[in-house]
């Protein structure tokens, strides 16, 4: 069992950047593949990007379309530590940010296959 903490959002301007922390406070996150997901306003759960763990523990990555190309998922095992690095940001990017874990070995982009979440972080980016 893991407890997920996620840190790192806030107000940011068009085009900016952030980087989301998902520190692991009990539980180690070297046996789960994990998930960013985030919700806006009014909007169902959605996935951003996932790094899940292979049989011989290394990791495959995986994005949404809209996060390909400007977000980038990674993992620092001696810190007990996922974040989602995110560029090129757009207000439509606006929504909080959850980080999440699982033993699942399939379908890393649906909610439901997750077993552990954070209590998310806001991001705002403005126009």
């Known amino acids: 069992q893991v407890q997920l903490v996620e840190s790192g959002g806030g107000l940011v301007q068009a085009g900016g950047s952030l980087r989301l922390s998902c520190a692991a406070s009990?539980?180690?996150?070297?046996?789960?593949?994990m998930g960013w997901f985030r919700q806006a306003p009014g909007k169902e759960r959605e996935f951003v990007a996932a790094?899940?763990?292979?049989?011989?523990?290394?990791?495959?990555?995986y994005y949404s379309d809209s996060a390909k190309g400007r977000f980038t998922i990674s993992r620092d095992s001696a810190k007990n530590t996922v974040y989602l690095q995110m560029s090129s940001l757009k207000p439509e990017d606006t929504a909080v940010y959850y980080c999440?874990?699982?033993?699942?070995?399939?379908?890393?982009?649906?909610?439901?296959?997750?077993?552990?979440w954070g209590q998310g972080t806001q991001v705002t980016v403005s126009s």
């Open positions: 790094t899940t763990l292979t049989i011989t523990l290394s990791d495959n990555i």
């Open positions: 999440a874990a699982t033993r699942a070995i399939s379908r890393f982009e649906s909610v439901s296959a997750y077993a552990y």
């Open positions: 009990t539980g180690s996150l070297r046996t789960y593949s």
